[in-house]
């Protein structure tokens, strides 16, 4: 079983990444296949960081109605950042330019993770847990 940081989100059978206000579980092995990342290993943060601002100019709920993209994203940026378990993306609306989304990462304590999967799984999951519980505290 490999050993991970704490903070770093990782638990048996895959990894918590906060996306905003979405608890996703991340499999990486199944989301960066051999080819995909060489592909992808020349990218830097920054390039991951623009490439979210894109995504979300174009869909500010990608967390919600584009899953396996949200998946994707918060893939290649643990890739690039191991240390990074949680990215908020804040459009100001859809269809806006990219420079105009607000990006923050952080590392949050799988403890906070795992609280806030619980919260999702039984339906009580707001914006404003996730924002109370990460986002103010990492201000």
């Given at each position: 079983m490999r050993q991970a940081a704490a903070g770093s989100g990782f638990r048996e059978g895959g990894l918590y990444f906060l996306l905003n206000d979405v608890v996703l579980t991340l499999e990486l092995q199944l989301l960066t296949p051999p080819m995909l990342a060489r592909r992808f290993s020349a990218l830097s943060l920054d390039c991951a960081q623009k490439l979210g601002r894109e995504i979300f100019a174009e869909e500010p709920r990608l967390q919600h109605r584009r899953l396996e993209r949200a998946r994707r994203l918060a893939a290649l940026i643990v890739t690039k950042a191991p240390e990074v378990n949680a990215a908020l993306f804040i459009a100001p609306s859809r269809g806006c330019r990219f420079d105009h989304v607000?990006?923050?990462?952080?590392?949050?304590?799988?403890?906070?993770?795992?609280r806030l999967h619980t919260e999702q799984q039984s339906g009580h999951l707001t914006p404003a847990l996730a924002d109370r519980l990460v986002w103010a505290q990492a201000a």
């Amino acid at each position: 079983m490999r050993q991970a940081a704490a903070g770093s989100g990782f638990r048996e059978g895959g990894l918590y990444f906060l996306l905003n206000d979405v608890v996703l579980t991340l499999e990486l092995q199944l989301l960066t296949p051999p080819m995909l990342a060489r592909r992808f290993s020349a990218l830097s943060l920054d390039c991951a960081q623009k490439l979210g601002r894109e995504i979300f100019a174009e869909e500010p709920r990608l967390q919600h109605r584009r899953l396996e993209r949200a998946r994707r994203l918060a893939a290649l940026i643990v890739t690039k950042a191991p240390e990074v378990n949680a990215a908020l993306f804040i459009a100001p609306s859809r269809g806006c330019r990219f420079d105009h989304v607000a990006v923050r990462l952080a590392s949050v304590d799988v403890g906070v993770l795992a609280r806030l999967h619980t919260e999702q799984q039984s339906g009580h999951l707001t914006p404003a847990l996730a924002d109370r519980l990460v986002w103010a505290q990492a201000a």
